[in-house]
């Protein structure tokens, strides 16, 4: 049987986990991300019938039984993923409709998944029922969106906007828009439902004052949505304190939208 360690989702795993680290949006043990896995390729690494331990989940997600993730581990530090993945991250096939997770590899210390779990399996749902593609949900504390939660009015269109006027390239990375839930307890299945609930409209949902979620068919893309807002971010709490004179207008959006082929979200350009 070949090396888990040499899969080509688990390195890529290390190297997202350590590239966020190094982007700093992942101070601690801040951040989390689970990868839908194909379960066929997952066997040509382990042993399927080979549980190390069962962990209840605390939630029920029909949709997800018999289905393999690698996820990070709770109150592991992204920093460390690289040198121990084994300790940092786990495989794990959820059963009895999602409300059992057995543990196939990883965490190896004892530990488990990541304390937002629940939003990360009810989030998958949301988006595998708008996108079969969709493979990963990534949790993050990027700190220009974070700032931006506190100064920018949270309302999911004027939000949006402002991130659109930000980069040329913002509409066209995400024409869906972002949305946006209030501050909330985190760690809850009340967060996981109302992120899910969020996630069936965007790809990616602001938690204010905590940090954001991503999701896409691959870490690249979540990685990449997550960097492109990100940016944008920064450039608005670059300028937001000083007299604007100029801005990407609507007309100028809607000709982005027919160069890229994009359809930005109903309502939301004039
Ligand atoms: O513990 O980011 O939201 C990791 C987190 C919780
Ligand atoms: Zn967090």
């Given at each position: 049987?070949?090396?888990i360690l040499e899969a080509p989702f688990l390195v890529?795993?290390?190297?997202?986990?350590?590239?966020?680290?190094?982007?700093?949006?992942?101070?601690?043990?801040?951040?989390?991300?689970?990868?839908?896995?194909?379960?066929?390729?997952?066997?040509?690494?382990?042993?399927?019938?080979?549980v190390i331990r069962t962990i209840p989940t605390g939630?029920?997600?029909?949709?997800?039984?018999?289905?393999?993730?690698?996820?990070?581990?709770?109150?592991?530090?992204?920093?460390?993923?690289?040198?121990?993945?084994?300790?940092?991250?786990?495989?794990?096939?959820?059963?009895?409709?999602?409300?059992?997770?057995?543990?196939?590899?990883?965490?190896?210390?004892?530990?488990?998944?990541?304390?937002?779990?629940?939003?990360?399996?009810?989030?998958?749902?949301?988006?595998?029922?708008?996108?079969?593609?969709?493979?990963?949900?990534?949790?993050?504390?990027?700190?220009?969106?974070?700032?931006?939660?506190?100064?920018?009015?949270?309302?999911?269109?004027?939000?949006?906007?402002?991130?659109?006027?930000?980069?040329?390239?913002?509409?066209?990375?995400?024409?869906?828009?972002?949305?946006?839930?209030?501050?909330?307890?985190?760690?809850?299945?009340?967060?996981?439902?109302?992120?899910?609930?969020?996630?069936?409209?965007?790809?990616?949902?602001?938690?204010?004052?905590?940090?954001?979620?991503?999701?896409?068919?691959?870490?690249?893309?979540?990685?990449?949505?997550?960097?492109?807002?990100?940016?944008?971010?920064?450039?608005?709490?670059?300028?937001?304190?000083?007299?604007?004179?100029?801005?990407?207008?609507?007309?100028?959006?809607?000709?982005?939208?027919?160069?890229?082929?994009?359809?930005?979200?109903?309502?939301?350009?004039?």
């Amino acid at each position: 049987m070949k090396s888990i360690l040499e899969a080509p989702f688990l390195v890529e795993m290390v190297r997202t986990t350590t590239n966020m680290y190094n982007h700093g949006w992942d101070e601690r043990n801040g951040g989390n991300i689970s990868l839908l896995l194909d379960t066929d390729e997952v066997a040509q690494y382990l042993d399927m019938d080979k549980v190390i331990r069962t962990i209840p989940t605390g939630f029920t997600a029909p949709e997800l039984e018999g289905k393999c993730f690698l996820v990070t581990g709770t109150g592991k530090y992204f920093k460390n993923v690289q040198y121990a993945p084994d300790v940092n991250l786990g495989i794990v096939r959820l059963t009895e409709k999602g409300q059992q997770a057995e543990l196939l590899w990883g965490f190896s210390d004892g530990g488990q998944f990541t304390s937002e779990f629940p939003a990360h399996m009810m989030s998958h749902v949301a988006r595998l029922s708008v996108n079969p593609e969709n493979r990963v949900v990534m949790h993050c504390h990027p700190a220009n969106l974070l700032a931006m939660t506190y100064v920018h009015d949270l309302d999911e269109r004027a939000f949006t906007r402002t991130l659109w006027q930000m980069c040329t390239e913002c509409i066209v990375v995400f024409p869906e828009g972002v949305n946006v839930l209030p501050w909330m307890l985190c760690g809850t299945n009340e967060i996981g439902e109302a992120t899910a609930e969020k996630m069936r409209t965007a790809r990616l949902v602001v938690w204010s004052q905590h940090g954001i979620y991503g999701a896409g068919k691959d870490l690249d893309e979540t990685f990449g949505l997550i960097e492109t807002a990100e940016k944008a971010a920064e450039i608005y709490l670059k300028i937001a304190h000083l007299p604007l004179k100029n801005t990407i207008t609507d007309e100028a959006m809607h000709l982005l939208e027919k160069r890229f082929n994009i359809k930005a979200r109903e309502g939301y350009l004039d």
